[in-house]
Structures are given as structure tokens and as C-alpha cells.
């Protein structure tokens, strides 16, 4: 399943100033099962609604609340939503209802919604509720006609109600559905998971246990495939690849190599839908009697149940919520006639519209695929994240005895380069293993290029880089420095170990690394080879790619300060709080985190502001003081400004608000760098990984010519980024023109489109460019080439 590329576009840039909403009324409901994120989703609908003059209504406890009306139905305003972000579920309340299957209960909820002239509808819930949200909207013109036959309403209530729009947000901790890469809720479950396991790992290796973690997924893979790849799991069940007979022997096996390999535990992961290729179910008592009776090892099953729809909502769900609300009001204001209802979705990192059915079509589809025991096209079906994920855990549990694996004869180094980050480590770990299975013998390189001039060189094992994944900062060590100045000493050291690719994990100075390698070609013979670069940096900083990797775990860890923060401010009532994060000149952590944590104010280096903006703030802070929200949080990145200085705008703000409200300061610090990576850093370094380590192989082989590798065009020396929906393979000589050397920045930064939103969402009045907005696509098959092996991430 892909997306089909939107219709290219004569004019550039359109803004929604002229789209208003006076006038219309727009109702949201959360419906079906709850998820984290979900609370960001109504925020954002509720905020650009209002912002754009329409009523917004709240419809409590989902389709259950139409149906019975009354106070279910209540009209929302801007101080009702505030302090939401931060809370699991959703404070709307969900409910599964029968009612609203029969005609009779849609006739009800017709007639609640025409009394107070709703005619846009944001559902937010799984395919079960979209699809009875399309079927309402089929339905409407005759239910109006009934309500008219039944006198229940007038012929001008009949045509001023006579068209329902319907935009859907799928709100599901499964990830269950088609046609978006994430659904809100999967990456906090994911988060709850993976905080679950890295807890039983410390236990199961003191005593030598082996766990049997059941997560949920009743009919899709995910959470337990994610999380398998995330911390590494000796085994996996997911209901869309059933083992193969005999996989008994086979899985003991493994955990029994494992064992003697000085591995202390196991962990086996289990969606609650396995099955085996007989469609006989799979459950962890099973496993676990199994692992006894044949191995003898202590084995414990874990079933973490609701645990993983509950807890607070991650960066990634807040920021997903946000986005796709604010999209969510956008469609219906645009939404006309013959537009069909739509779902808003996420592909790769852009915000897409998709017709609501189709994607139902397809997610039912997957599920007759796996009836019908057509397991290969149900993963297909599935989507090309699942499928990318279901590739890279192949690729890495099946571990090959040496006799088996292909020799290459090639030497490939991996090292780390700049500040540490979350998430580097399993990239080492996943480009280690998967160079190993492609034949290649790896070579570790400790601190950076310091340690690579040094000769801190030795090879690197699969085992040694075993329960890689779950920990933080560079194992292998990292430094800042270029080879620059070291050129003549590291192309010895690659001489004496024969080195003939690498692979830099790191920042910024990874990429100025590769740049000065890449030109010290002419005089150095060994830097004609494949060299690969991951952009892994807190900051987010660099050029070629819209994410690096540990750029989500710092997120998370501002958003996790600003929450408790907040809610200190709270207690105290008339306070505001000037935080300081990270990020060098980029304002990625401070806008994307601000946008998370629900900022009223971001400064940052690409956006420049004067004393009259610090004014208007303190004005528009004021005037928030008067409200029931007595409370502030402004942001600011560490150099957005030479003279405007975190101490200089906390005195500011501490001098303008006196009377009114009291300032304290927070400078984060290096709390930002630290931590276990996040499910999404961890899985992001390990996908990546693989997919450049299959490319150092295609191009040694390609490069290797007369008994030696000799690379030196320009497209053997890349970085590895997404763009937009895409990963992507650039020749860093090509990325100097897109970058700014002195501040360490892109020139152009995609994440400065979400200014405008954030500054909405937190009532000031700002152009919003919605130029990538307002096309509907549609969802289409197709089936990869068998030559692209490794399609975007």
C-alpha cells in the first residue's frame, strides 16, 4: 500500500486566512477503544475552531452521547481544553455503542445534532468508528427527510443541515490501520512496553530468566514487533507471520545458543493474536511450559494488559494529535459537496488527507488476507512501515552459523562522531549485525575520529554488542573531533586494518567529517570507499533529513520537565516559567517541544524578535492571567539571541508582570542528552542502520574492481535522511549548498511550518501557510520491486 503522489501545484503558497469558519459548527467525539494522544487531538480541533470563528461543541462519551443528547452535546471554549495535553485516555470520554448501529439510534443523533445546527463532524477512534461515521453521513439527507416526516423539525432546518462533513483522526494504540504510518496512541504504548521491559531485563539477568511478555494486538502485529525490535527479543509472535512448523525446536534452540553465548536472559515478546500456520493460538502459558520442559530455564509470563493504553502521552502522540487536529478543521472548512469523508493521516512526516473508505477497505482487506491464511499480502496490505519494520527483524534474528554466511572479504568500520545521543548504540548494534550477515567483518572505533587516528580499532562481534538497544549516550565513545587535522595518520590506520567502508553515527561534525574526507580523496587513496553517514544529534541540525536519531528522547525529556513544570506553576497560580533547552542555533527542541509541552511563547535563532515581541508576550500573558489558566510557560533556545538572554527575558517578564505574575527559571542542561533512548530512537537507528549497511555492500560490490575497492564519485559518499515520506540516499558534497556552516543549521527547516500552529494553539493571531494542506489523495497498491530490498523506513 502506498500513497499516490498529490497532483502537482501552479501557485505556490496559499494561507487559511480565507477560510472561515462563521458560522458552522463543528462536534468532536472520541469513540472506541481510548488512546494516549487523543487529548492533543480534541485540544488542537477544539483551538483552530474557535480560532477561525466557528462553534465547537464537545460530544461526551462518543457515539453514545450523540445518541442521547442533552448535556452530552456542550459547547466547548478555549479555557476548557486547557491542561489536557498531558493526560492519557480522553477526558471526552469514549464509549462503544450499539445504539448508534441501529437506524433508530442514527435518527436520534441526527436530530441532537440538527438542533444545534452541527453539520461537521471530527471523529477520532478506530475503523469501527469511522466506518459508522461514513455511514451516517450516507444516511443523512434521509434521516433529515424522516425527522421532516415526523415533524421533529422544519423544512429551513432541512436545508440549512442539508450537507454533513465528516473528517476522521484515527486514535488506536494498535496501529491497526491503513493508509497512515502511525496511529495516535501506538508510540506511548510502545513507550509504556518498553518501559516494562528494560524493568524485567535488569531482573531476569540477575537471576538468568527467561520472559514471556504478552502485549496487545488481538488482530495486528505491531506493538509486539516494534517492541521486539526495540529491545531486542530472542523471539517474536505476531499473528501476520505464524511460525512454521517445527518452530518449537527451532525457538528453543536459538535461546539455548543465545544462553551459551553469555546472554543471562531471554525475552520472548507475544502479541495476544498469535497464531501457528494452523490458526491454533499461541499463548505465553504455552511458551512458557514449552521453554521448561525442554530447556529447563526459569521462565516467568508477563501480561501487560491496559497498562499500555494508560500513562501520559508521548512527544510523538502530542505532536501527532496537534498536526492532525488542526489539519482535521482545515478539511472540513474546505470540505465541500462531493468531497468524501476523509481521514487525516500521517505518511512518512507529512500530515496527508486520505477518503475515509478506502483506507477501511484496505484495513478490512488485511484481515481477509490473513482469514484466507495469504500472510505474505496481508503484511503488504499492511503498509510499508510494517513491512520495514517485519524486514529489519528478519534481517536481525537470523543469526547464521560463520559456516554460512557469505564471505565478502571486506572490512567495514562503524564510529560515533559529536555529542552523544539516544539511539546511536542500536544503530551500532543493528549495522554490526546486519554487516555481519552480509559477510562483512566489523570494526568498532572508539572516540570518534580522535580514537580512529589513535588506532583504537579492534573487530566487533555479534555478541558484543548484545542489549545494545536499550542503552543511552555512545558506548562505543564519541568525540567532537574532525579529521582534519589528522588526515595522514587515519588513512595509515586504514591501511594497517584495511578498512574499505564506514559508517559515521553522529551530528553535525559527522557530516563536516565526511565533507573533509570526501575531498581529501585526491591526495588519499583510502578514502576512495563507500562511506556511509546517520544523522544522530539531540538538535536535530542537520542538513538532509527532517529527523535524526535521538532527537524524539530529548523531546521527550523537555516535555516530561515541562509537564511537571506546568503543574507546579499551577499550584501556585500566576506564575510563568522561562525554560532554557538545548539545540545550538536550531530551534527544533524548542518549537516541536513547545508545541508538546503547550507553550504560549517560543524564542529561537531562525525566527528574530525585538523588544516589542517580548512586550506583546508579557501583554498577551497578562491578559491570560484573567483567565480560569493562571499559568505560564515560555521557551527559549539556548542561543535564539545573543542579548536577550535567559536571564534577561526572566527579568524582563519579572519586572512587566509585576502585580500580575511571578517568574521562575529553568535552565534544562544536559538532562536533554541523557536517558534510554525512546521505542522511536531506538527503532528509527535500528532501521536506518540496516538500510545503509545494505547500501555499503551494494557499493563495495559495485566499486570493487581488479582485486581492490576504489570508490571516489560523488555518490559513494552519502548521509542517509528522511525527506518528507521518504529515506533517502544524498551525496553530502551535495548538501553544502543547503547548509549554513557558521550557525550549524539547514537553511531550509521543514519544522518551522509548525510555528504558526503552535502560536494558534496558544491564541495569538499568525498566517498559516497551508500550501501542503487541502489535497486529497488516494490510497493505491503497489507492490515494491524486488530490487529495492529496503523501501523508505
Known amino acids: 500500500m502506498a500513497v499516490a503522489a498529490p497532483p502537482k501545484r501552479q501557485d505556490t503558497r496559499k494561507f487559511f486566512e480565507n477560510l472561515s469558519g462563521a458560522g458552522k459548527s463543528i462536534a468532536v467525539l472520541t469513540s472506541g477503544g481510548d488512546a494516549q494522544g487523543m487529548n492533543a487531538a480534541v485540544r488542537a480541533a477544539v483551538r483552530m475552531g474557535l480560532y477561525v470563528g466557528a462553534k465547537v461543541f464537545f460530544i461526551h462519551e462518543g457515539y453514545q452521547g450523540m445518541v442521547d443528547g442533552g448535556d452530552n452535546i456542550e459547547e466547548a471554549s478555549w479555557e476548557s481544553v486547557s491542561s489536557m495535553l498531558q493526560v492519557g485516555g480522553t477526558v471526552i470520554g469514549s464509549a462503544r455503542c450499539k445504539e448508534f448501529r441501529s437506524h433508530e439510534g442514527r435518527l436520534r443523533a441526527a436530530h441532537n445534532l440538527v438542533k444545534r445546527s452541527i453539520t461537521n463532524l471530527v471523529v477520532i477512534g478506530g475503523d469501527g468508528s469511522l466506518t459508522g461515521a461514513n455511514l451516517f453521513r450516507e444516511e443523512w439527507s434521509s434521516l433529515l427527510d424522516q425527522l421532516l416526516q415526523k415533524g421533529l423539525i422544519d423544512q429551513e432546518a432541512t436545508r440549512a443541515n442539508s450537507q454533513l462533513h465528516i473528517v476522521g483522526m484515527v486514535g488506536s494504540i494498535d496501529n491497526d490501520f491503513c493508509g497512515t504510518d502511525m496511529t495516535i496512541g501506538t508510540d506511548s504504548a510502545l513507550h509504556r512496553i518498553i518501559e516494562v521491559v528494560d524493568a524485567i531485563m535488569t531482573t531476569a539477568q540477575s537471576h538468568q530468566r527467561t520472559f514471556v511478555l504478552e502485549v496487545m494486538g488481538r488482530h495486528c502485529g505491531y506493538l509486539a514487533l516494534v517492541s521486539a525490535l526495540a529491545c531486542g527479543a530472542d523471539w517474536v509472535f505476531i499473528p501476520e507471520m505464524p511460525p512454521e512448523d517445527g518452530w518449537e525446536d527451532n525457538m528453543c534452540q536459538k535461546l539455548s545458543e543465545n544462553r551459551a553465548d553469555k546472554k543471562r536472559l531471554n525475552i520472548i515478546i507475544v502479541a495476544e493474536g498469535a497464531i501457528d500456520a494452523h490458526n491454533k493460538s499461541i499463548t505465553p502459558d504455552y511458551i512458557k511450559e514449552l521453554v521448561v520442559r525442554c530447556l529447563g530455564f526459569d521462565t516467568r509470563v508477563t501480561i501487560l494488559g491496559h497498562v499500555q493504553r494508560g500513562g501520559t502521552p508521548s512527544a510523538f502522540d502530542r505532536i501527532l494529535g496537534s498536526r492532525m487536529g488542526v489539519e482535521a478543521v482545515l478539511a472540513l472548512l474546505e470540505a465541500s459537496a462531493d468531497t468524501p469523508a476523509c481521514v487525516v493521516s500521517l505518511v512518512g512526516n507529512q500530515a496527508v488527507r486520505l477518503p475515509l473508505m478506502e483506507c477501511v477497505q484496505m484495513t478490512q482487506e488485511v484481515q481477509k488476507a490473513m482469514d484466507e491464511k495469504k500472510f505474505e499480502e496481508a503484511v503488504r496490505l499492511r503498509g510499508r512501515s510494517f513491512e520495514n519494520n517485519l524486514r529489519t527483524y528478519r534481517l536481525l534474528s537470523n543469526r547464521k552459523a560463520d559456516s554460512e554466511l557469505p564471505n565478502s572479504s571486506f572490512n567495514v568500520a562503524v564510529l560515533n562522531v559529536g555529542a552523544p545521543a539516544a539511539g546511536m548504540n542500536a544503530a551500532v548494534r543493528s549495522a554490526v549485525r546486519v554487516g555481519i550477515t552480509e559477510g562483512h567483518k566489523m570494526f568498532s572505533v572508539s572516540d570518534g575520529f580522535e580514537g580512529f587516528y589513535k588506532g583504537q580499532i579492534k573487530e566487533i562481534k555479534w555478541g558484543d554488542v548484545g542489549g545494545w538497544t536499550g542503552q543511552g549516550g555512545s558506548l562505543l565513545g564519541t568525540k567532537r573531533t574532525l579529521p582534519g587535522q589528522h588526515l595522514d595518520k587515519i588513512a595509515e590506520q586504514m591501511r594497517i586494518h584495511n578498512i574499505n567502508a564506514l559508517l559515521v553515527i553522529g551530528g553535525f561534525e559527522a557530516l563536516e567529517s565526511l565533507l573533509q574526507l570526501n575531498e581529501a580523496r585526491s591526495d588519499h587513496e583510502e578514502f576512495c570507499i563507500p562511506m556511509c553517514m546517520l544523522p544522530a544529534t539531540i538538535s536535530n541540525n542537520v542538513p538532509g533529513t527532517d529527523l535524526s536519531i535521538g532527537a524524539d528522547t530529548s523531546l521527550n525529556a523537555i516535555v516530561e520537565t515541562c509537564d511537571r513544570i506546568k503543574q507546579s506553576a499551577s499550584g501556585t497560580k500566576r506564575r510563568v516559567f522561562i525554560i532554557e533547552t538545548m539545540g545550538g542555533y536550531c530551534g527544533y527542541l524548542s518549537t516541536v517541544g513547545g508545541l508538546a509541552a503547550g507553550a504560549d511563547a517560543v524564542y529561537i535563532y531562525e525566527e528574530p524578535f ?184
Open 610 to 793: 525585538d523588544i516589542r515581541d517580548l512586550q506583546a508576550n508579557v501583554e498577551h500573558l497578562t491578559q491570560k492571567m484573567k483567565t480560569s489558566i493562571q499559568r505560564g510557560l515560555v521557551i527559549r533556545n539556548e542561543n535564539c539571541n545573543e542579548n536577550f538572554t535567559t536571564d534577561f527575558i526572566y527579568q524582563l517578564y519579572s519586572e512587566e508582570g509585576r502585580g500580575v505574575f511571578d517568574c521562575r527559571k529553568n535552565i534544562l542542561g544536559h538532562m536533554q542528552q541523557g536517558g534510554a533512548p525512546s521505542p522511536f530512537d531506538r527503532n528509527f537507528g535500528t532501521k536506518v542502520a540496516a538500510k545503509a549497511m545494505q547500501w555499503i555492500t551494494r557499493t563495495l560490490k559495485d566499486s570493487y574492481k581488479g582485486g581492490r575497492v576504489f570508490a571516489n564519485s560523488e555518490d559513494t559518499a552519502c548521509l542517509l535522511g528522511m525527506r518528507r515520506r521518504a529515506m533517502v540516499f544524498q551525496p553530502v558534497a551535495q548538501l553544502r549548498d543547503e547548509t549554513d556552516f557558521v550557525h550549524r543549521i539547514p537553511k531550509e527547516q521543514w519544522w518551522l511550518k509548525l510555528r504558526p500552529l503552535m502560536k494558534i494553539l496558544a491564541k495569538y493571531k499568525t498566517s498559516y501557510d497551508v500550501s501542503d494542506s487541502g489535497q486529497l489523495e488516494h490510497v493505491t497498491r503497489v507492490r515494491p520491486r524486488e530490487s529495492d530490498a529496503s523501501a523508505a523506513v
